[in-house]
Structures are given as C-alpha cells and as structure tokens.
C-alpha cells in the first residue's frame, strides 16, 4: 500500500492552455511592477537616510521626536474613532430600516443615502464650509453650540461623517441582509419579544458586518486626504502630514514613515475583515430562508421619520454645493449664474482636467474590467501554473489594505527612481490609470470571483470534453452571464476614477492634471465658488455614468439575460 | 472481450490523503460500468482521472490501446455527464447540444440535423428552441446526456447522473440510459453511491471503500458473492450475527450447520461473523423438517409497502432480532402479526463467512 512515489505524473498542456497562463504570468507582472514594487520602494525609503544608506529605525526615531507630527497622529486616530462611532449606529438604523423594516420608498432612500459616493469627499467639506464657515448661513447657529469655527475637528468630523456614511450603509444592508427567516419563525413560536428577538438573533447576526463596517469607516476616515485638506484648517492629520512632508518639504523619508503608519490600520481591519468575512459566509446555509420583514406600523413610522432625517441632510449637502455654486457673489449676491463653472473650467483651465478625468475613467473601467475579470477567471476556473495562483491571489486582494495616498508615495519613489526603466511613464495618464486600477482592483476582483463562483464549476470541463478551447467558453457562456458583474465592476472602476484624488495627487503633472485634484488646487488658490462648481460637475458626471451604466445593464440585460427568463 | 479502457496502479495524493491506492482496473468494450462506494471513498476522483480532469499521482491509463495518462482532457476521447448538468443556462437546448459539433465547423444544416436526431434519441425532440431552465431536472439531464454523445466519443462518463433528480424520474431515467447505452454500444462509466441504481443498470459493478477496490464483478455476484464484509454491508440489506466454527461446524447461537454445507465457511476456524441476507431467511416450513425449524416471535413489522421488513426475535440464534423480507400477502395469508410465533429457517449455501 505505502509505496514510494518515484515521479508524479504531469499532465501535458493543451496549446490553448498556454494562452491562459500567459495571460496569468502578465497579472501577475501587473501586480508585481505597480502595486508590490511601489509599496517595497516605500519600505526601502523609511529604512534610508537622505543619502540612501540604510538607516534602521533612525527615521522613525526623528518621526516620533517630532511633536507636530505625533501630534497629527494624535488627531488621526480619535476623529477616525468619533466619526467611527457615530456612523456607525445611524448606518445601522438606516440599513436596518431598508432591509428589514417595510419602510415605503425604500429604493429611493437607498439612493439618496449613496450621493456622496459621486463626488470627491471634500465635497462635503466644501459644503459644510456654505452652511458654517465664516460666512456661512447657519454660522450663528454653530456659534450658539459653542463652536468658534467650523474649521478644525468638527468640520472634519461631520464631513467625514458624510463622506462615509454609504460605506457603513452598503455593508451594514448586506450583512442584515444575510437573515434566516427559519431563527425567526422559531422565536416567534416560543412567543419570544420583539425587543429579545433584536439582541439575540438581530445583533448577532449582524456582528460581522458591524466589526467590518467599523473597520472600514476607520480606515476610510484615518486615509482621507480631501477632507482635512479642504477644512482643517490648523488641525493637522497624517494624511496631510504625508502630503506636506513628501511635497512641500521633500522629506521623503518621514513622509514614508508616516505612510508605514498609515498603513498599519488598513492593513489591521483588512486582516480582521478576512477573518469576519470567512466567519460570516460560513454561518449562514444554502438551506436559509430568507426574511421577509412585515409591516409593524409605529416601528415602520419612526424609521421612515428617521431615514427622512438623514436623507434631508444628504440632500442638504449635495443641495447647498449646488446652489453655492450657482451664486454670483456669495453671500452677496445669490442671484444665480454660471460665472463659477466659467471661472474653472475657462480661467482654472479645469475643462482640460475633465478631459483627463474622463480619459483616465473610461480607461480605468475599460482596462480594469478586462484585467480584473480575465485574471479573476484565469484564478477562478483554469489550471496549471500552480506556483504563481497563490501570488496573484494575495496581490489581488492587497489593494484593499493600501490607502490611496500610500500606494501614491510608492509610485512616486518607484517610478521617480533614476534608473528604473518603467520612468518614462511617470506623470503620464498611462501611469495614472494603471494607478487607479491597481488601487481599486479588490473590489472589482470580489464581485468578478463571485459572480465567476456562481457558475457551474464543470463548463470548463464539459468544453474540455467536447473539445472546445476555454476562451470560447469564456466568450460564448461565461462573459455572458457575468455581464451584469461586468458592467457592475466597469460602473465602479468609472465613477472611483472620476472622484479619486488620495492616490493621484502625487502623480499628475501638469499635462495630466484630473478634475478631482484641480478643485483641490482652486480650493487652496481660495477659490471656493469655483471648487464647488467643479465638485458638482464632477458629481453630475458621476450620476450621469451612473445612469448610463444602468441603461447599458439594462440593455445587456436583454440581449443576454433572456434564459433567466421563464 | 477486449479492455478497452485499462487502469494501472493509478494512485492519488491530496497533499498527505491518499485518495487511490494502487487502482487496476479493466474496462471492457461496450459494458456499462459503476464505481460504486460511500462518499470519499474515491469514485469520482477515479472517473476524474479518467476525464483527464484530475491528474493521477502515479499510475497509467490507457484507452483503445492508446496511452492518455499525460494528456490534457480536450486531447481525450470522451463525453461527460455531470450531476448538476452543467448545461450552459444562457444557450438554447439546440446551441447546447450542438456545442462541439459547432466549433468542429460543421455546416449549420447539418448540425441542425443531428441535434434534432441527437434530441429524438434522449426522447425529447422539439426541444431545440428552449432554454435549460424552462426544462424539468430529468429533462435537463437527458438534453447533458445527448451534448455529451453528440461528438460520438468513444467512451461516456457519467458522475452521479441521476443524484439530483426525484425518486420516480430517477428510476425512469436510469432505464432510458441503460437502453440507449446499450443501443448505441458506447463503453460507460457511471459513478454512483446508490447502490439499486447500480445493481440495476450495471454490466459489472466495482465496489470501492478507502481508495481500494474492495471487488468488480456482475451485479449478482457482487450481491451474492460479497468479498469482503464491507461490501456484504454496503450492497443490500444483511443481519449479522456472531458465530463459531468448531470441529467442521459452523454455530450460531444454539443452532449450527456441518461446514460442508456454508461453502464460505471452508477453512475457518473459531470466532466469526456470520451475514444472512433477509431473504435468505425462510419463513416457510415447506420441505425442512420441524427439527430444524428455528422458533422464532415477530417483534415488530415495518411496513414498506408490496414487502415488509419483520423483525423476528429467534433467541435460538442470537439476542438482537433478525430481519426477515416477508410480502405482504405472505403476513396476510398466514395471519401474521406483531407478536405471531414465526418459525424460520436458513439456507445453509446462502451463508456468509468473514
């Protein structure tokens, strides 16, 4: 029986075989060049002193000597903490009412409670600066709170506070959507409380998806460059650290350190949401039926009251941008004009920036849908090339864990390095793309390799069979019915691109300057009406994508969706 | 008959699990063949080495004479039926059906052709403009069946066809597979754990437990001439009972048998297992003479329809009852009910030693 293996048996590749592994090696070059090397190259700056010898500990020692900076690292971790608490009850609530309330209007609420996903975040502070600043419309109202000013923590905390909420939202709606109506039905048999019900199967069901909606909000608020940028004044953050060492005193070596910082509790919540993740599928069987919720009417009243609340703020948000952007003199003279959008787009030459905001968008959901997707199905349902599956697969998921302003520094020290090959492509859109894909690759690969996991693992071994070479299947029954995740993926590498600033605001030159960091630079140029007249374009863009995107599945969903039709 | 497919000391290794140990196995030109064993016990891992699907650790396989142990499953000759279909949802039946004949650049009529003969043939003709959904599990599965024979393979690999269709279309469809086999000639392979669909379709059974053949044989044999104690367990129903062979007789409890009569029971000695089928159990006195009747008392009767399974307490033979398969009519005939006195005996040639 236990006999001694002499060789192992190896299967001889079909020639179309070679084609997927080529494919695969190329991911993994990708990977390799513009998302590992660029964080090494981070790594390397941290250990170095100025003259590029190897330095141990010394930069970290000067950074921790440094009371301005410990300072802003102070600063970073309890605004990330506050905001953190904050959102997260009232994401909560919100998601709760959507899914499992019969709250009317459901969809329309969700929607209003996504706006701040189509612009940059520091439009939030921008309109904050409208309702509060120091010729702000509710600035009494704040002085009575006893806040001097809006600049400072609180701004940043309530922008924040906007910016993020989508974020808690989604994966707090998701994880309430996982119930199993059978827990329910058999509380209900015991005669159990409505109150006892919510602490024993509600809360704990969906505790992963409050740890990881945590996590999330607290690495989203300590990455933020935008917001602290725009309104905070005195109050420094490492965000801002990062960006005034590296650019205003080309201390590269500190600015590296603070990015190790700023690394550590991203790569902390991506550890633990890997961990919550596996938790969470693994609860809940094929077997679970899942929970319609029935109307109860006072619950249903207070969390339609509520979920109004919060949508009027949203609103309020996005509205006052909007209508401080059509003002001619604000606080002046309201009168509406277009003098704002003239300002940037002909005097700010921003209309340039939109083009490369639309170049580097379209690019990002072109080329990143194609990578992300072929690679996710290279991973997902072909063989061979064992040694490199395990790679890729971690650097597909790396992403998730950088923040954009980290993996921005590494580009700069990669690409800027004389001598490396690659450093023709620094400041070009090229560069930029690439960037953008690589920063929001996770995602994408999570909904590809989903969207590839619910298929029949045996196609590929039925084409094999009828002789059939893997790329028809892919094109002829895979792409097809993945096209909703496709143009989901697309829509999501599109509307990023167009909002990003973390991660570019290192890489652009002048030629390719992007919309996103051009209302950045008015904003700092003093230029308020401006900025927030771009912001709101780049957010009607965002919708109109949106809308776009959703006409496309729509039609896609025609031409190749018939069969899901009885 | 010729091997047309031979298996030789096929092993494989899951990391430190060996999932097959040092597999031979023949399969002969036309036979339908079952790997038949518990879950994990490596019968699909098996068909999936034959698929070229996984790749053996060591061992060769060899299909009409030709060595295809290294090569990539497009360069075999085969068709596959799975147990989830696998039919492409967003294709038509047609489209489905016609997959590889279409990328053999055949021209559109003719394919048109075949796949309504291929459709006839699984006795679903007219099907072509529908799509898989819109089709029951049993018709699903029959539209796999003729895309798997659609490319006229040399040899079909069948992976738990039927495991996911309900018990009535189940049978009926296992029926439609073996005619059709056996009208077609195509040299079969079936993966199944159920073990009547095995003994009912099957040329030749091979009962697999821990990655080891336990045996191959016909379905008679297998059931009547177990080779093993777990393969007397795992095929049909058995009433085990310890005994002990002593001085050319076999006893079991008070009652015993010359050896010369249990063919098993030849060159054993002292303790032993002794395997009686239900029906090998007679309920009739007939031609036994009352000396060796067995007193017997039925216990309980477990009605399961045309047969009952009447657990007998025969304390002559053992303390635990025993399970007798009694008809119906049979009970009624004899005015037979739970607490009855029921004499039995036992064919001593039915008897199985281990």
């Known amino acids: ?566 | 008959m010729p091997a047309y497919l031979s298996l030789r000391n096929i092993n494989k290794s899951f990391g430190s699990f060996q999932a097959l140990k040092g597999v031979d196995l023949d399969v002969l030109s036309g036979e339908l063949l079952c790997f038949l064993g518990p879950s994990g016990c490596g019968k699909t891992t098996l068909l999936r080495i034959i698929a070229g699907l996984e790749v053996q650790t060591q061992g060769r396989v060899e299909q009409a004479g030709r060595d295809i142990s290294r090569l990539p499953p497009a360069e075999r000759d085969y068709g596959i039926v799975f147990q989830s279909y696998a039919l492409f949802p967003n294709l038509s039946v047609a489209d489905n059906v016609g997959y590889g004949l279409v990328n053999r650049r055949l021209p559109k009529a003719q394919i048109d052709r075949r796949v309504e003969e291929l459709l006839a043939l699984v006795g679903l003709p007219g099907s072509a403009a529908k799509f898989p959904s819109q089709l029951s599990g049993g018709q699903q599965q029959r539209i796999a069946l003729a895309r798997a024979l659609a490319m006229q393979p040399g040899l079909l690999l069948l992976d738990e066809p039927l495991s996911a269709l309900d018990a009535l279309e189940r049978v009926r469809l296992r029926q439609e597979i073996r005619s059709l086999q056996k009208q077609l000639g195509v040299t079969t392979v079936m993966v199944t754990h159920d073990q009547e669909e095995a003994l009912s379709v099957a040329d030749r059974i091979v009962v697999m437990n821990h990655g080891v053949i336990e045996q191959v044989g016909s379905p008679t044999e297998i059931y009547r001439e177990p080779a093993s104690a777990f393969v007397a367990d795992f095929v049909g129903k058995v009433n085990v009972l310890p005994g002990r062979i002593e001085g050319a007789r076999l006893h079991v409890g008070q009652w015993s048998v010359g050896t010369g009569e249990v063919p098993s029971a030849r060159d054993r000695n002292g303790a032993v297992k002794v395997y009686l089928r239900p029906e090998d159990i007679r309920a009739r006195s007939g031609d036994v003479s009352r000396a060796a009747l067995i007193q017997g008392h039925i216990e309980k009767i477990e009605f399961l329809g045309a047969f009952c399974h009447v657990h007998v307490q025969a304390p002559q033979l053992s303390s635990r009852p025993l399970v007798v398969y009694l008809s119906l009519n049979f009970l009624a005939e004899q005015g037979l009910s739970e607490g009855s006195d029921l004499p039995l005996s036992l064919m001593p040639e039915r008897i199985k030693i281990f």
């Open chain 1, 1 to 566: 029986m236990t006999q001694l293996v002499l060789s192992t048996v190896r299967q001889k590749a079909h020639w179309s075989d070679w084609l997927g592994r080529a494919f695969l090696v190329l991911v993994l070059l990708v990977l390799l060049a513009f998302l590992a090397a660029p964080l090494l190259a981070i790594l390397v700056q941290a250990l170095q002193d100025d003259q590029g010898r190897y330095a141990g500990l010394a930069n970290f020692l000067a950074y921790a000597r440094t009371p301005t900076l410990l300072a802003s690292l102070w600063n970073s971790l309890w605004v990330s903490a506050v905001v953190t608490v904050i959102v997260i009850p009232m994401a909560f609530v919100f998601a709760y009412a959507l899914v499992r309330a019969c709250v009317p209007g459901a969809g329309v609420l969700r929607a209003v409670s996504l706006i701040p996903l189509l612009a940059p975040s520091l439009l939030s502070a921008i309109s904050l600066i409208y309702w509060f600043g120091n010729q702000g419309v509710l600035k009494e109202f704040l002085t009575a709170l006893g806040v001097s000013q809006i600049y400072g923590p609180v701004g940043v905390v309530i922008a924040q506070c906007f910016s993020v909420f989508p974020h808690a939202v989604m994966i707090l709606v998701t994880a309430l959507s996982l119930a199993d109506a059978r827990l329910y039905e058999a509380a209900d048999a015991l005669g159990t409380g409505a109150l006892r019900k919510f602490f024993t199967i509600t809360l704990p069901g969906a505790k992963y998806g409050l740890i990881s909606a945590a996590l999330v909000t607290f690495t989203l608020v300590i990455t933020d460059f935008g917001i602290p940028k725009v309104i905070g004044g005195n109050f420094n953050m490492m965000a801002t650290d990062v960006f005034k060492l590296v650019i205003g005193q080309q201390d590269f070596a500190k600015g590296a350190v603070v990015a190790l910082l700023l690394l550590a509790p991203a790569v902390f919540s991506f550890g633990v949401d890997r961990y919550v993740s596996r938790r969470q599928t693994a609860m809940l069987t094929a077997r679970a039926v899942p929970l319609v919720p029935k109307p109860a009417l006072w619950r249903d009243r207070l969390l339609l009251a509520y979920c109004l609340l919060v949508s009027a703020l949203m609103l309020a948000m996005l509205g006052m941008a909007v209508f401080a952007s059509f003002a001619s003199f604000w606080p002046y003279n309201l009168a509406p004009s277009l003098q704002h959008y003239r300002m940037g787009l002909v005097d700010g030459a921003v209309a340039e920036g939109f083009v490369n905001s639309l170049k580097m968008a379209a690019g990002t959901a072109v080329l990143g849908t194609v990578l992300v997707f072929v690679s996710a199905y290279l991973l997902e349902k072909t063989r061979g090339l064992d040694l490199l599956r395990g790679p890729v697969q971690m650097l597909a998921i790396v992403p998730m864990a950088v923040p954009g302003l980290v993996l921005g520094l590494g580009y700069i020290f990669f690409f800027n390095e004389p001598g490396n090959p690659l450093q023709g492509l620094y400041h070009t859109m090229t560069l930029l793309t690439l960037c953008t894909i690589v920063h929001f690759y996770t995602t994408g690969h999570l909904t590809a390799v989903t969207a590839l996991k619910s298929l029949d693992a045996d196609f590929e071994a039925v084409s094999a069979s009828l002789k059939v070479p893997f790329y028809r299947t892919f094109w002829r029954v895979t792409v097809p019915i993945c096209t909703p995740a496709l143009i989901d993926i697309a829509r999501y590498f599109f509307i990023n691109a167009m909002t990003t600033i973390s991660a570019v605001v290192f890489l652009y030159s002048p030629e390719t300057k992007v919309a996103s960091i051009a209302i950045l630079n008015l904003d700092e140029a003093g230029d308020m009406g401006a900025a927030a007249a771009m912001a709101v374009l780049i957010a009607a863009i965002s919708a109109t994508a949106t809308g776009l995107f959703a006409l496309l599945g729509g039609w896609a969903g025609r031409k190749t969706q018939a069969w899901r039709r009885r």
